[in-house]
C-alpha cells in the first residue's frame, strides 16, 4: 500500500471494524487504528495524521452524511471511503455530495475494498461501478425508482422519508424547523420528481425500497 499508510477505520460493530483492520493490516498498512462511534472518530483524527477513513453511515452518536461533511470541512485533503450496508443506487450521490472520495457496498470483496483503500489514499475516487454503466435488472422492478431518488435534495429527501413513515405534514415541520407551507411545497415537488399521486404512494416507496431503517432520517423531536 505504499510507506506509512495509516488507516483509521469508523463502524459500530467490532467485529466488521476487526475484519477490516486484518485485511487491511495483511495488504500493506503499517497502521490500522478503529472507532466505534463518531465522538471517538473525530478525537483520533485530530491526534493522528491517517492516509484514509474507511467508514459506515449508521453511526450510534451521529449519522454518517453528516460526519463526512465535518470531516471535509475539518480535513479537507484527508480521503474517506464509504463502506456500508446500504443501497449503493440510493447513496453513492449523497455520500459524494458530503465529501465521500469513494463508496462500496459490505458485501464488497476484500480484495476490492484494498484496492478502493489505495486509490483513494493515492488522490483518486473509487466506485465499485458508475452507475450510469449499470444494466437495468428485470429481477429488480424497483431499480428504475432507487434511481429517481437521486433527484431529490436532501431536504426533500428528509420530507419523504418522514412522510413515508407515515408522519402528518405538521410534525414534519416541527421535525425538520420548517414551515407547513415549505413542507407542502417540498410534498408537491416529490410526488412530481417521482410520479406520485397522494402519500400513501409515498409510504409504499419508502417500505418497498427499505429507506426507513437508513441513515439520516430525523428522529421524533
Known sequence: MGVAMRILIVDDHEVVREGLRQVL???????????????????????????AVVMDLSLP????LDALREIRTSWPRLPVLVVSMHPEE?????????????????STSAAEIVQAVRQVVAGGRYFSRPLAQRPADPLDPAGGE?????????????????????????????????????????????????????????????????????PEIPEQV
Open 146 to 214: 432507487r434511481a429517481r431518488l437521486g433527484t431529490l435534495s436532501k431536504r426533500e429527501f428528509e420530507v419523504l422519508r418522514l412522510l413515508g413513515a407515515g408522519r402528518p405534514v405538521g410534525d414534519v415541520a416541527r421535525v425538520l424547523g420548517i414551515s407547513v407551507k415549505t413542507v407542502s411545497t417540498h410534498r408537491e415537488h416529490i410526488l412530481r420528481k417521482l410520479g406520485f399521486a397522494n402519500n400513501m404512494e409515498l409510504i409504499r416507496h419508502c417500505l418497498r425500497l427499505g429507506l426507513l431503517g437508513d
Open 25 to 51: 493490516s495483511s495488504n500493506g498498512a503499517d497502521r490500522v487504528d478503529s472507532a466505534g462511534n463518531l465522538g471517538e472518530a473525530l478525537r483520533r483524527i485530530r491526534e493522528n495524521p491517517y492516509s
Open 90 to 106: 440510493i447513496w453513492t450521490p449523497r455520500a459524494m455530495r458530503a465529501g465521500a472520495n469513494g463508496y462500496l457496498n459490505k
Open 61 to 64: 452518536d451521529g449519522n454518517g
